[in-house]
């Protein structure tokens, strides 16, 4: 008798050879995914929760002075093993009111003396993973499962946000295992990582007129908006579009705070025109874009440099808005230099990235007669207020647009 294998439970990912899935969702530290619900297209739709470090009263401070600097209120240095401003991340850093709380414990091993195994081989000393070790030396990895999510069952994850500020928590709607297109549907390294920057840098968006460009899931435009006046989150799609919205609906009190606001809106990056046809959903009023070219001052971008078409198409909508602005902007791009191996060049390659970087090359060549581009990369090591890994191949470039003199 033939023994059919199980069918795979609803709750696990399936995968395909064309879908991809984030790091972020593949090892999130501390919580469970939970599935909410199916989105218009049939995926699975998943509910986690991003815990923002900081101390209770940096939610009322809202004065960011010296940018990158140090804290010149510091009244001492750190005490040795507590970290500093310039420390790299999970080093325990307190900077603008902001507070990164990570412990790491040294395993002390100099000066022990090598020890072989039996075949005369260096038998290296390893350092068991305890169950009990409150203090890992860096974001915990463990694998993590999704868990459907009962309309009857007790909201584990709802119970655990209780306990925590609102402030602190930031709700997001996801999906986990997508197709190359809908890669905009999950929340990638890269956007915690321009996120923490926004948090860093709070005196650039303070009161600012700010414009997102491929936005997916929302989570920076979110993070935008407790400083931001004005924050166009914009991305294609009317199914992505309506989950960034839901997200921003879940994560309004983190606005209503601080005053901003976030208006969800369709931009294509093939097309010269935006939308403001009533009858598409999100599309652009007259006086949204009015305002859009008045008042905006900076724009930025996560994680939409993975093909080559679509970078030619940002830096293309890049230079067409900063020449259609009617002040000075600043551009802030994040991206991940991902490694892979080609049977073309039978080498480990990082093929978009080396496009983007060429993108930059050129736009940065690129000037008129009104408009010239400087381009610049960003320093990294600004204190981490999102909990999630911030490797080396994570890069920040800033574009600023400034007229010709």
Same mark, same amino acid.
């Given at each position: 008798?033939?023994?059919?294998?199980?069918?795979p439970?609803?709750?696990e990912v399936?995968?395909?050879?064309?879908?991809?899935?984030?790091?972020v969702?593949?090892?999130?530290?501390?919580?469970?995914?939970?599935?909410?619900?199916?989105?218009?297209v049939?995926?699975?739709?998943f509910?986690?929760?991003?815990?923002?470090?900081?101390?209770?009263d940096?939610?009322?401070?809202t004065?960011?002075?010296? =940018?990158?600097?140090?804290d &010149?209120? !510091? *009244?001492?240095p750190?005490?040795? /093993?507590? +970290?500093?401003?310039?420390?790299p991340? %999970?080093g325990?850093?307190?900077?603008? =009111?902001?507070?990164?709380? &990570?412990? !790491? *414990?040294?395993?002390g091993?100099e /000066?022990? +003396?090598?020890q072989?195994?039996?075949d %005369?081989?260096?038998?290296v000393?390893r350092?068991?993973?305890?169950?009990?070790d409150?203090?890992?030396a860096?974001?915990?990895r463990?694998?993590?499962?999704?868990?459907?999510?009962?309309q009857?069952?007790?909201?584990?994850?709802g119970?655990?946000?209780?306990?925590?500020?609102?402030?602190?928590?930031?709700?997001?709607?996801h999906?986990?295992?997508?197709?190359?297109?809908?890669?905009?549907?999950?929340?990638?390294?890269?956007?915690?990582?321009l996120?923490?920057y926004?948090?860093f840098?709070?005196d650039?968006?303070?009161?600012?007129?700010?414009?997102?460009?491929g936005?997916?899931?929302?989570?920076?435009?979110?993070?935008?908006?407790?400083?931001?006046?004005?924050?166009?989150?914009?991305?294609v799609?009317a199914?992505?579009l309506?989950?960034?919205?839901r997200?921003?609906?879940?994560?309004?009190?983190?606005?209503?705070?601080?005053?901003?606001?976030v208006?969800?809106?369709?931009?294509?990056?093939?097309?010269?025109e935006?939308?403001t046809d009533?009858?598409?959903?999100?599309?652009?009023?007259e006086?949204?874009?009015?305002?859009l070219?008045?008042?905006?001052t900076?724009?930025f971008?996560?994680?939409?440099?993975?093909?080559d078409?679509?970078?030619?198409?940002?830096?293309?909508?890049?230079?067409?808005?900063?020449?259609?602005?009617?002040?000075?902007?600043?551009?802030?791009?994040?991206?991940?230099?991902r490694?892979?191996?080609?049977?073309?060049?039978?080498?480990?390659?990082?093929e978009?990235?080396?496009?983007?970087?060429?993108?930059?090359?050129?736009?940065e060549?690129l000037?008129?007669?009104?408009?010239?581009?400087?381009?610049?990369?960003?320093?990294?090591s600004?204190?981490?207020?999102?909990?999630?890994?911030?490797i080396?191949?994570?890069?920040?470039?800033k574009?600023?647009?400034?007229?010709?003199?």
């Amino acid at each position: 008798m033939v023994q059919l294998a199980p069918a795979p439970a609803m709750d696990e990912v399936t995968f395909r050879s064309d879908t991809v899935l984030s790091d972020v969702h593949l090892y999130t530290p501390n919580h469970r995914h939970l599935m909410v619900r199916l989105n218009g297209v049939g995926q699975p739709v998943f509910l986690s929760q991003f815990k923002l470090l900081w101390s209770r009263d940096s939610w009322t401070d809202t004065g960011a002075e010296g =940018g990158d600097h140090q804290d &010149a209120h !510091a *009244e001492e240095p750190p005490p040795a /093993g507590t +970290g500093s401003t310039g420390s790299p991340p %999970g080093g325990g850093h307190r900077h603008e =009111g902001f507070s990164l709380q &990570a412990g !790491a *414990e040294s395993t002390g091993q100099e /000066g022990a +003396g090598a020890q072989l195994d039996e075949d %005369g081989d260096l038998d290296v000393m390893r350092r068991p993973r305890a169950t009990s070790d409150l203090h890992p030396a860096g974001p915990p990895r463990d694998k993590v499962h999704p868990m459907i999510l009962a309309q009857e069952e007790d909201d584990d994850m709802g119970d655990e946000a209780h306990e925590d500020s609102p402030h602190s928590i930031i709700n997001i709607e996801h999906t986990m295992a997508t197709p190359l297109e809908d890669v905009g549907k999950q929340v990638w390294r890269g956007a915690l990582l321009l996120a923490d920057y926004i948090l860093f840098r709070r005196d650039l968006f303070q009161g600012c007129t700010v414009l997102e460009l491929g936005a997916g899931t929302g989570l920076v435009s979110i993070i935008a908006a407790t400083m931001a006046r004005t924050v166009y989150c914009t991305d294609v799609g009317a199914d992505l579009l309506a989950m960034c919205q839901r997200n921003i609906a879940l994560n309004s009190h983190l606005a209503a705070t601080a005053g901003g606001i976030v208006k969800v809106k369709e931009l294509d990056w093939l097309k010269d025109e935006l939308c403001t046809d009533p009858e598409v959903p999100f599309s652009w009023s007259e006086e949204e874009i009015s305002d859009l070219y008045d008042n905006t001052t900076i724009l930025f971008a996560a994680e939409v440099f993975y093909d080559d078409d679509l970078t030619d198409a940002v830096f293309k909508t890049l230079s067409r808005l900063a020449r259609r602005l009617k002040n000075a902007c600043t551009a802030v791009l994040s991206v991940e230099k991902r490694l892979n191996f080609t049977l073309r060049h039978l080498d480990v390659t990082c093929e978009a990235y080396d496009h983007f970087r060429s993108c930059l090359h050129a736009l940065e060549k690129l000037a008129d007669s009104r408009l010239r581009f400087v381009v610049e990369p960003v320093e990294t090591s600004f204190p981490q207020h999102l909990v999630y890994e911030r490797i080396r191949q994570l890069e920040l470039w800033k574009i600023i647009a400034e007229p010709v003199k």
